[in-house]
Nanobody
Framework: VQLVESGGGLVQPGGSLRLSCAAS????????MSWYRQVPGKERELVAI????????YHADSVKGRFTISRDNAKNTVILQMNSLKPEDTAVYYC????????????WGQGTQVTVSS
């Protein structure tokens, strides 16, 4: 299994970023997919989930209305579009498959750093 996140960077408050996660080694279209984020010293936080077919999604209250999760099953890719970014969005962002409401794979990718600062 490989989960490769990309698209992070440094952005000013109010800016936008588009994160991408390329998945391989499992049947991508069979799994709900998620984005999590983590800051040093804190537990990993669930940001968003999308169903296997991409027909329904959940977004944490902290990002609702600003972030949008989507997926492309033909490309084994899950996207997180992040708009109106705030300094508190600064974190390392990770993706994972989901099963039973929990991350499917114990091995996470390297993540992608998002820093929101002026």
């Amino acid at each position: 299994v490989q989960l490769v996140e990309s698209g992070g960077g440094l952005v000013q408050p109010g800016g936008s970023l588009r994160l991408s996660c390329a998945a391989s080694g499992f049947t991508f279209s069979s799994y709900a997919m998620s984005w999590y984020r983590q800051v040093p010293g804190k537990e990993r936080e669930l940001v968003a989930i999308i169903t296997s077919a991409g027909d329904s999604s959940y977004h944490a209250d902290s990002v609702k209305g600003r972030f949008t999760i989507s997926r492309d099953n033909a490309k084994n890719t899950v996207i997180l579009q992040m708009n109106s970014l705030k300094p508190e969005d600064t974190a390392v962002y990770y993706c994972n498959a989901m099963r039973g409401g929990r991350p499917r794979f114990d091995s996470w990718g390297q993540g992608t750093q998002v820093t929101v600062s002026s």
